[in-house]
């Protein structure tokens, strides 16, 4: 299973990304998949997942509101819209797929992670 996150880059605040999560070797709907994130010095930060199947949402309080999780399930594919970037925002955008049909926020219950895409909110 390989997951791919691309997307990111440098953007002033208030502006929007879409951040894309392809996937190989396993069917994203068929499980749960999230995106974290892990700015310079500080630990992986739940940031929204979408659950298997009808594709549950859920959210950090942080980007709710300006966050948006998607999945084409013809692409196998998942997207992060994010509107209204701020600089607290800025960080590496990992895509993970889950353990299981149902996940929450936790990093131990993804077992396979995409490599990271940068996204730089300049203020």
């Known amino acids: 299973v390989q997951l791919q996150a691309s997307g990111g880059g440098l953007v002033q605040a208030g502006d929007s990304l879409r951040l894309s999560c392809a996937a190989s070797?396993?069917?994203?709907?068929?499980?749960?998949t999230g995106w974290f994130r892990q700015a310079p010095g500080k630990g992986r930060e739940f940031v929204a997942r979408?659950?298997?199947?009808?594709?549950?949402?859920t959210y950090a309080d942080s980007v709710k509101g300006r966050f948006t999780i998607s999945r084409d399930n013809a692409k196998n594919m998942v997207y992060l819209q994010m509107n209204n970037l701020k600089p607290e925002d800025t960080a590496v955008y990992y895509c993970?797929?889950?353990?299981?049909?149902?996940?929450?926020?936790?990093?131990?219950?993804?077992?396979?992670w995409g490599q990271g895409t940068l996204v730089t909110v300049s203020s």
């Open positions: 993970a797929t889950s353990r299981s049909r149902l996940a929450g926020q936790r990093p131990l219950e993804y077992v396979y």
């Open positions: 070797g396993r069917t994203l709907s068929d499980y749960a």
């Open positions: 979408i659950n298997w199947s009808a594709g549950a949402t």
